[in-house]
């Protein structure tokens, strides 16, 4: 596995951009989490004028062998035909992604079924859905390996193409059962705290989720190299995903987290370069159980909270306004000085 290469980003700035918001006419901190909003994406760019440019939405897609067991209301079959409904434009995150103009790309991570080529589709499936990991490893160390390669060089593929600010969204029938257990082994949380209601268990649903998963936490007891948890639990989708952060990391991108399963993903790539976590903005708080906990623990702190649940990358997508107001006030705001307002005595 190669190194990924993450550097702190840069405080050198940081004093001066602090003074310029502070000098905006505002009221001191006035404009609360834009004001640290602007301040991060003008270290992460190292400059007083960040500019956001050409933005694309990656959703990565997989398949989950735990499907088998029954962990999710809605069937196997569902991830490949969200991924045509992707294709076709009339996805929740197809229309959030045109009204924020961003780019999507559908990457075929390890869906089963033998998808057509499409513009949109990047064709990077290293298997057709994972193993059932409560009987053995999703992945073998290979697949893992290669999922995460392929992950880091289509990110920098799109930095190389102009963009600065990569969104990351999933598909995966069964992928939260993967984020729970990753968060497990990975935060040490209790299980019980991992395991959510995913596509809308009922009770009776999420007592056999929490049974199937706890059987498979027991099998796979006493893992905690990130690489081997995710090779364990994790999901082709998810590995791409992480190595697809730690590739636009490494470009110097910003990096819009969505829900659960996305922050799962960046809970394994922050364990392989701590300092990823330093360009990413967390979009939303998903009302998946485990979220909170695990935005906790990342100690990031979520723009949103409007009870989403429904994943794609919808969430990051519809934050990034925010990120977008944030710039705009800091370049185009008019200073106490240049405005000729009196500020406080
Ligand atoms: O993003 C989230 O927080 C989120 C929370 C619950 C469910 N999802 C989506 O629902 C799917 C996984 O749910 P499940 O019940 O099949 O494990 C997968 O396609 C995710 O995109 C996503
Ligand atoms: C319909 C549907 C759409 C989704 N989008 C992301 N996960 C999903 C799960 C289901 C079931």
């Known amino acids: 596995m190669p190194t990924f290469r993450i550097e702190p980003i840069s405080q050198a700035l940081a004093p001066a951009l602090q003074h310029r918001i502070d000098s905006k006419t505002k009221p001191l901190g006035s404009l609360g989490r834009l004001e640290r909003l602007a301040k991060q994406i003008g270290c992460i760019q190292n400059t007083l004028s960040p500019a956001l440019r050409a933005p694309v939405m990656l959703v990565f897609a997989g398949d989950h062998g ?20 992707f294709l076709a434009g009339g996805a929740a995150i197809n229309v959030f992604a045109r009204q924020n103009g961003f780019g999507l790309k559908v990457v075929d ?20 859905g994972t193993r059932n990991f409560l009987h053995e490893p999703a992945m073998s160390p290979e697949q893992c390996q290669a999922a995460v390669q392929r ?7 799109i930095a190389a193409s102009g963009s600065n600010v990569i969104g990351f969204g999933e598909m995966g029938i069964g992928n939260t059962s993967s984020a729970a257990l990753l968060m497990h082994f990975l935060s040490g949380a209790p299980l019980a ?29 006493g893992i905690s190299d990130p690489l081997e948890v995710l090779a364990a639990v994790g999901g082709f989708e998810i590995a791409m995903m992480a190595g697809a952060m730690l590739g636009a990391a490494e470009k110097g991108m910003i990096l819009l987290i969505d829900g659960f399963i996305v922050s799962a993903a960046l ?9 990823i976590l330093e360009y990413c903005v967390f979009s939303h708080r998903s009302r998946e159980t485990g979220h909170a906990r695990l935005l ?37 705001m008019a200073s106490f000085e240049s405005a000729g307002v009196s500020n406080r005595q």
């Open 109 to 128: 991570a390890g869906v089963n079924a033998d998808l057509p080529a499409h513009p949109d589709l990047v064709p990077a499936g290293i298997d057709k």
């Open 267 to 275: 809970l394994v790539a922050s364990r392989l370069a701590p300092s």
């Open 151 to 157: 992950g880091a060089a289509l990110a920098q593929e």
């Open 193 to 221: 705290e991992c395991i959510g209601r995913g596509t809308g268990l009922d009770d009776a649903g999420l007592q056999h989720k929490r049974s199937v998963l706890t059987q498979a936490a027991a099998h796979h007891a």
């Open 296 to 332: 906790d623990y990342l100690q990031a702190e979520p723009l949103l909270d409007l009870e989403l649940r429904l994943g794609e990358g919808t969430g990051a997508v519809l934050a990034y306004p925010l990120l977008a107001a944030s710039v705009a006030f800091l370049n185009e």
């Open 66 to 85: 735990i499907t088998r067991e029954g962990v999710s209301p809605f069937p196997q079959a569902v991830t490949a035909q969200m991924v045509l409904n």
